[in-house]
């Protein structure tokens, strides 16, 4: 099963640059799970220390915003594309 995964461009430092990286993970908590593992320091931008995802980063699953779904139980299946998008802010 793979995954693809969409990294902002303020996260790419840590991929090594990459645009995308893929992953096996079966749930979105499990995706984060392995990608901070893969790349050390990019959980800790994308989830506070008790595990939920910062509120100023939306994650989406199949175009789905995963808040207003399951949230990081939200299932992924095989050819899923997750992208990780910073809340934009200013004026």
Do not use: H, W
Not at 45 to 72: K, P, T
């Amino acid at each position: 099963m793979a995954v693809t995964v969409k990294i902002p461009a303020p996260l790419r430092r840590l991929t090594d640059g990459q645009r995308e990286v893929t992953t096996s993970a079966t749930t979105v908590a499990e995706c984060l799970e392995l990608l901070g593992q893969q790349f050390p320091g990019l959980k800790d931008r994308i989830c506070e220390e008790d595990g939920s995802v910062r509120r100023f980063v939306n994650i989406y699953v199949r175009g789905e915003d995963i808040r207003f779904g399951a949230g990081l139980t939200t299932q992924l299946k095989d050819g899923d594309d997750v992208s990780i998008v910073p809340a934009a802010s200013g004026g």
